[in-house]
């Protein structure tokens, strides 16, 4: 598993507001929009390109377009908050989706939704969520995509615990991970430490 931290004076104010627990649902969201688009930013540095022709309207000059967009599949609830902004950035994409919810008392994900293509062979996935906690959610999204084929996986989370990364790493995964910050670690009840609290409450209300 190779990990990525994306540390910049822009990320860390944004990933400040959004610990801040009197920051309000709009302002979260948007923070963590624009902490979507620097993690996408990173994460697609190496992302091949095909050269074209174009014109511009004083010549002709070479123009790249990407060759094969990624899927994106942001992990509900929380990381529908991130899903349009990656989107946005990768207009090419299409989008799977993945509903977990995880039980509060026994920590595992629980599983309500998968919408994902039959086959993802040869195909590259970026996974959206913004919370790695334990890890149980990711381990479990990464694993229905293996199944069906990906070999090529690229998570983007705001925050990720060393318990985590470390979860994700035993498991095997053909894993990337991209993240603006690995706390302390989990409190009893498995949230992170300094952590922002629920994220989908945090973006959408409580429910
Ligand atoms: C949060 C978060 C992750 C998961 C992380 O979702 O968005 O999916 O918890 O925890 P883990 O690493 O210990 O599995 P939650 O299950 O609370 O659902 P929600 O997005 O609907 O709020
Ligand atoms: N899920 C969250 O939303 N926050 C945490 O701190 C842990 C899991």
Redo the contacts with the bound molecule.
């Keep these: 598993m190779q990990l990525t931290v994306v540390d910049h004076p822009l990320a860390r104010a944004r990933l400040s507001r959004m610990r801040d627990e009197r920051t309000e649902n709009a302002s979260f969201r948007a923070a963590l929009q624009d902490l979507t688009q620097m993690l996408v930013y990173e994460a697609t540095r190496d992302l091949a390109v095909a050269e074209e022709t174009i014109a511009t309207p004083v010549t002709r000059t070479t123009g790249y377009r990407i060759a094969a967009a990624p899927l994106i599949v942001p992990v509900l609830r929380?990381g529908l908050g991130m899903a349009d902004v990656a989107h946005r950035m990768l207009p090419e994409s299409q989008m799977g989706f993945v509903g977990l919810a995880?039980n509060e008392t026994t920590f595992q994900p629980e599983a309500y939704m998968a919408s994902l293509p039959e086959t993802l062979v040869g195909r590259h996935v970026f996974v959206l969520d913004p919370?790695l906690?334990t890890g149980g959610s990711l381990v479990h999204c990464c694993g229905l995509l293996t199944e069906r084929g990906a070999t090529e996986i690229t998570v983007l989370c705001v925050l990720a615990a060393p318990e985590g990364l470390r979860r994700l790493e035993a498991s095997g995964l053909p894993l990337r991970v991209f993240t603006t910050s690995v706390d302390e670690g989990l409190n009893d009840s498995?949230?992170?430490v300094p952590?922002l609290?629920?994220?989908?409450d945090r973006q959408f209300g409580a429910v």
């Design positions: 929380a995880r919370m906690a498995a949230y992170i952590g609290g629920d994220a989908g």
